[in-house]
């Protein structure tokens, strides 16, 4: 089993940036692939990005493409989330969470076996 911690989120202006941090304990970092999603307020749950095992490969929703990045540092068990050029349609609360199975996660909720339990982050216009 694996506990994950987000943290970094707040309050932004619109144009700003943030970095997301999700701290990993319990089970081998390395073995898990990661995902970011997001839930926007009456929203459901929804993909923002994941990373493979070995941070070699990586995959994004198209809403956050060229603007996102996913990385993740195995000798620290963190992965990070940098966003830039944020947007008002940004706001949510986000959770980090690991996939034990597949080697570079999945876009969908039911891949993922852990989750964090979440950072708001607030962009205001």
């Known amino acids: 089993q694996v506990q994950l911690v987000e943290s970094g989120g707040g309050l932004v202006q619109a144009r700003g940036s943030l970095r997301l941090s999700c701290a990993a304990s319990?089970?081998?970092?390395?073995?898990?692939?990661m995902g970011w999603f997001r839930q926007a307020p009456g929203k459901e749950r929804e993909f923002v990005a994941r990373i493979s095992r070995s941070g070699a490969s990586t995959d994004y929703a198209d809403s956050v493409k060229g603007r996102f990045t996913i990385s993740r540092d195995n000798a620290k068990d963190t992965v990070y989330l940098q966003m830039n050029s944020l947007k008002p349609e940004d706001t949510g609360v986000y959770y980090c969470?690991?996939?034990?199975?597949?080697?570079?996660?999945?876009?969908?909720?039911?891949?993922?076996?852990?989750w964090g339990q979440g950072t708001q982050v607030t962009v205001s216009s």
């Open positions: 969470a690991a996939d034990p199975d597949l080697a570079l996660g999945s876009s969908r909720e039911n891949s993922y076996d852990y």
């Open positions: 319990g089970r081998t970092f390395s073995r898990y692939a």
